[in-house]
């Protein structure tokens, strides 16, 4: 950790790939782990659990289960995420609007080395 950089550990957690993805996915409302596994492609299931665990533990989703046969678990965004994903959202823009860009400068680049 950068010295007196008291807040990249948590923007470590949630600018992580599963993270960003996690919090878009769940963003329109209560979503189970099985949408969030079909809307994310490539992530494995024990790292679907992993980041869902961590980022509730950080207090940004909130895991209700509810008393059927089978069970079912849904997720859903805290008001403080719900704030993150405002930020995630111009972010996203940003890098939508930038991504032929950034391929050309990597293509200069990579033909100069």
């Not at 878009?24 to 782990?33: L, N």
């Not at 679907?48 to 997720?75: A, I, Q, S, W």
Request: charged fraction near 25%; glycine fraction near 4%.
């Amino acid at each position: 950790m950068l010295p007196g950089c008291t807040v990249q550990e948590l923007v470590d957690r949630v600018a992580g790939k599963w993270s960003v993805c996690i919090l878009v996915a769940a963003a329109d409302g209560p979503i189970r782990f099985t949408e969030l596994e079909r809307a994310i492609t490539g992530i494995s299931r024990r790292m679907l659990t992993l980041t869902l665990r961590n980022l509730e533990r950080d207090g940004m989703l909130v895991r209700t289960v509810y008393p059927t046969v089978p069970p079912r678990v849904e997720y859903s965004l805290t008001p403080m995420a719900q704030e993150l994903h405002a930020a995630l959202l111009t972010i996203i823009t940003w890098a939508e609007r930038h991504r032929a860009d950034v391929a050309q400068a990597r293509e200069r680049y990579d033909t100069r080395t």
